[in-house]
């Protein structure tokens, strides 16, 4: 019964609230306010409302003119790699190596071959690159099993070597720069403003990430470094053939240059597919997380059948798009090795041509330039791989970047002023604050309340309450005016000092999977077994918690969500009073308590609010009476202020509110005794 009173109350207050009449003109908006369509509660963490202006949104994946460059962004990558420049040219010189070892093993080959031919036919031996004479005085199958032996001695030691380059780049990219990378934005996330966050969907912000840092990841090992190879690779190769014979070596390469403009003309057709890919990603990820996040909703209401169909598009939609791009690669890569089969007739037609008529000899020479040129071949094909992770690895750094370089709107002052211990006086100058330069939310409120005061906030949704405590904090800074902390401007104050000073409870309580301990002693993770124990008691929570499996060991569930509201809020409240901070910030936290828990939970309270400064939002009157004095705000302004006596003697939206809940009291009373006579 009483949680039916609860909720018709709310109700009334709100409609009362809005429908009461518009302040004296010297204090009349001077625009109709939407204040219902701006963000209305107080900043917490688990309930992100996606409501502000595009300033702190970020950009869409798509290029555009305003987006940067891919200049740019390249020179920034290769800044990134060479912050790993020491293990880049390690992996590099592991490269350089195998080449030696794989031409080396060539020629060996190619001698090999020419021994055999000269033993068979009496042919010449001609001069060979490595410049090595055979043993005249040897048996033939002691001469070739000499050349087998060094040509598995260069096997062994390649493998050995591939072996170890797999192990170096793996390390260099996923357990340095992935780790580092991942590490720098995570980081960068935490100082950044609750706008960002209400601007940007969860899906959008996991995503990049942990897939679009791993498409930077891509350019480190599959773009950079097989760039760098693939060029010294090519330019080896071509030194290599030039010097066996330079015009067979201008007749196999004359498909390169059509080869490199393909790969220029497919690079600009993918890079926007790719960036819509992203796009696509994350819009699933983010139907996937509301569809969890919303699962009581979607059950609740039958919905399974639309949510799961819903899902599907969305996958669906990603799985045509990137059918799409593999359409595009599977035509682009038999293109490429087409054009590079062509080198190979060339070379039998020619170079054999020049082998019959001894120009050429046919190991050392056209075996060996065989073997070269499918090197060759093979580095050309590894163009369509570079293309298609320089396009990846572009777009997530796009928008890995955009994180990176998102701006930090409230950070610490150069010289910010160090306070470990404030005392607690807060005072508001004509302070508003306005999104993006939308309609204000809060508008030229003057307020000082003074060290240990309590003052309670009353208002109807979106009259600007919990925007107001949410500048306390500092979790937004006023747009005009003022906020002073102790005297000091809080821009002025060292931001860590400031947050440290004040205890937060949430309107909507978000717990951690962790254990009821630890989510007490969360921003006090020192606290001994005692203060965690004191704090329970002062929330009304210690004898829940002990009826609990593990008591204040047993871990929770995600968001807290093995528990009831009233028992997620109290845990919250015993985080807030463990800090025994000088400023405390509670935002309707009765909202989902009842009565009798509420009665005990404040009992409790009045102890810990004695001697701080404290902002309550409340709509009831047993929660409003306890304030030493109490504000009544519409459309982001003060328009009533005073003890509850003295407003329950002046008419005004404060009076009608605390005449319907007596009512409702009186209509509940009434009930009690139907029901009782009954």
């Known amino acids: ?76 990558l290769f800044g990134l790699a060479w912050r790993y420049r020491l293990h880049c040219l390690q992996v590099l010189g592991i490269q350089l190596a195998l080449l030696t070892m794989g031409i080396v093993g060539l020629s060996f080959t190619g001698l090999g071959i020419d021994y055999i031919r000269h033993k068979m ?186 949510d799961r169909a819903k899902f599907e598009a969305a996958n669906q939609a990603c799985f045509d798009q990137q059918r799409g791009i593999f359409w595009r690669l599977s035509l682009f890569t038999p293109a490429i090795g087409f054009l590079t089969r062509i080198n190979i007739m060339v070379l039998l037609g020619y170079g054999g041509w020049l082998v019959a008529h001894n120009r050429l000899p046919f190991g050392t020479g056209l075996i060996v330039f065989a073997g070269l040129l499918e090197q060759f071949s093979g580095q050309i094909n590894n163009v369509v791989n570079i293309v298609n992770s320089v396009q990846q690895s572009l777009i997530g750094a796009r928008r890995v970047f955009e994180i990176l370089d998102a701006p930090v709107e409230v950070k610490s002052a150069p010289a910010a002023v160090r306070r470990p211990r404030l005392a607690g006086e807060v005072r508001f100058e004509n302070v508003s604050f306005t999104y993006d330069g939308a309609e204000a939310v809060v508008r030229e409120i003057d307020l000082t309340v003074q060290p240990g005061q309590c003052v309670a906030i009353l208002g109807a949704t979106g009259a600007g309450k919990s925007v107001l405590m949410s500048l306390i904090p500092r979790f937004f800074d006023p747009t005009s005016g003022r906020l002073l902390i102790d005297g000091i401007d809080a821009r002025q104050l060292n931001l860590d000092d400031l947050r440290r000073n004040i205890g937060l409870v949430f309107q909507e309580s978000f717990l951690f999977s962790n254990t009821v301990a630890a989510n007490i002693a969360f921003g006090h993770p020192e606290a001994t077994s005692a203060q965690i124990e004191k704090a329970a008691r002062i929330a009304a929570a210690h004898d829940f918690i002990l009826g609990l499996p593990k008591g204040y060991d047993t871990v929770l569930g995600e968001s807290g969500n093995t528990l009831s509201g009233g028992q997620r809020q109290r845990l919250a409240i015993a985080r807030a009073v463990l800090l025994e901070p000088p400023i405390l910030l509670l935002d309707d936290p009765t909202a989902a308590i009842d009565s009798e828990t509420e009665h005990e939970i404040f009992e409790a309270l009045d102890r810990a609010i004695a001697g701080r400064t404290t902002f309550i939002v409340a709509h009831r009157l047993s929660t409003l009476r306890r304030a030493d004095f109490i504000i009544v705000m519409e459309d982001g302004r003060i328009v009533q202020r005073g003890t509850h006596e003295q407003l329950m003697k002046a008419d005004g939206p404060y009076l009608r509110v605390a005449n319907l809940q007596l009512v409702d009291g009186r209509e509940l009373q009434q009930l009690k005794l139907k029901g009782g006579a009954a």
């Not at 390649?158 to 995570?186: C, H, M, P, W």
């Open 1 to 76: 019964m009483q949680a039916i009173q609860d909720v018709v109350s709310r109700r009334n207050i709100d409609s009362l609230l809005r429908a009461s009449p518009p302040p004296p003109p010297h204090t009349q908006p001077k625009h109709a306010s939407g204040i219902g369509s701006k963000g209305n509660k107080f900043r917490a963490p688990s309930g992100r409302a996606r409501r502000l202006g595009s300033r702190m949104s970020l950009p869409s994946h798509a290029p555009t003119a305003a987006a940067p460059f891919n200049g740019v962004l390249i020179r920034r």
């Open 121 to 306: 036919d009496g042919t010449p031996l001609a001069a060979n690159q490595l410049h090595l004479s055979l043993p005249a005085d040897w048996p033939p199958l002691h001469v070739l099993g000499l050349i087998a032996g060094l040509i598995l001695v260069l096997a062994l030691g390649r493998a050995l070597l591939n072996y170890t380059y797999a192990i170096s780049i793996n390390v260099l990219v996923q357990q340095k720069l992935v780790v580092d990378l991942r590490g720098e934005v995570y980081e960068k996330l935490q100082r950044l403003s609750f706008r960002f966050f209400d601007a940007n969907s969860t899906g959008s912000i996991i995503t990049r990430v942990t897939g679009d840092v791993q498409a930077v990841r891509m350019f480190v090992d599959q773009v950079l470094m097989q760039s760098v190879i693939m060029v010294i690779s090519l330019t080896v190769y071509v030194i290599y053939m030039a010097s066996l014979h330079p015009g067979l070596t201008l007749a196999c390469l004359a498909t390169t240059p059509v080869l490199w403009l393909m790969s220029a003309w497919f690079s600009r057709k993918i890079q926007p597919e790719y960036a819509h890919n992203r796009t696509l990603v994350e819009r699933m990820v983010q139907t996937l997380a509301e569809s969890i996040q919303g699962i009581a909703v979607t059950k609740g209401f039958g919905r399974e059948a639309e």
